[in-house]
């Protein structure tokens, strides 16, 4: 199976601070990345597909990008509501599998 | 509006099988894959598996062949995840998602999702 490895863990930034999001793939995964945003206590909620496409209705403060093995989900500027675990997942190679999460704090 | 939701909370001892259901928009089920995920503390996110709802079809990784069973109810647009043998490490929170792409359900992202049950196996 793919391995998924995502970068921070955790992080801390302030309201309309611009935050990077790193993962990275064991193996070459073309553009096949979605991202998730998760609150405590409630599913997955799909940011991206496709690497950089933006699922309807998600803010544009929030966009994706890369290809091969290496991809990054941005927040342009970071909103309180913005607070969540964030996961990546590849959808390359059977079975599909996810990152371990970032969890952003908004201080 | 999509909507899954899904049944409530289970506590079950180890060796024990549980069945969870999810049932569906009409639209959802007649025109999408339905995905069954799990999150664990350990393991985290855990793609198990998927159903086509209205041909029966389904496909499941290879940790949980042999242990899970989904199938699907037309009559009242619900799909149920079935996982036998239950072991402490299967204490998760279990989803079922709608898979995005419907040519291709093997390698497939997921949304919207159903809220989650709870699934706590305890001896």
């Known amino acids: 199976d793919i391995q998924m490895t995502q970068s921070p863990s955790s992080v801390s930034a302030s309201v309309g601070d611009r935050v990077t999001i790193t993962c990275r793939a064991s193996?070459?995964?073309?553009?096949?990345l979605a991202w998730y945003q998760q609150k405590p206590g409630k599913a997955p909620k799909l940011l991206i597909y496709?690497?950089?496409s933006l699922q309807h209705g998600v803010p544009s403060r929030f966009s994706g990008s890369g290809s091969g093995t290496d991809f990054t989900l941005t927040i342009s500027s970071l909103q309180p509501d913005d607070s969540a675990t964030y996961y990546c997942?590849?959808?390359?190679?059977?079975?599909?599998?996810f990152g371990h999460g970032t969890k952003v704090e908004v201080k | 509006q999509v909507q899954l939701v899904q049944s409530g909370a289970e506590v079950k001892k180890p060796g024990a099988s549980v069945k969870v259901s999810c049932k569906a928009s009409?639209?959802?089920?007649?025109?999408?894959?339905l995905h069954w995920v799990r999150q664990t503390p350990g393991q985290g996110l855990e793609w198990m598996g998927w159903?086509?709802?209205?041909?029966?079809?389904?496909n499941s990784a290879q940790k949980f062949r042999g242990r899970v069973t989904m199938t699907g109810d037309t009559s009242i647009t619900t799909v149920y995840m079935e996982l036998t043998r239950l072991k402490s490490d299967d204490t998760a929170v279990y989803y079922c998602?709608?898979?995005?792409?419907?040519?291709?359900?093997?390698?497939?992202?997921?949304?919207?999702w159903g809220q989650g049950t709870l699934v706590i196996v305890s001896s």
């Open positions: 997942q590849q959808a390359n190679s059977f079975p599909p599998t």
């Open positions: 009409a639209d959802t089920f007649t025109g999408y894959y």
């Open positions: 496709a690497a950089s």
């Open positions: 193996q070459g995964i073309r553009t096949s």
């Open positions: 159903i086509n709802p209205l041909s029966g079809g389904t």
């Open positions: 998602a709608r898979g995005e792409r419907s040519y291709s359900p093997d390698l497939d992202w997921f949304d919207p």
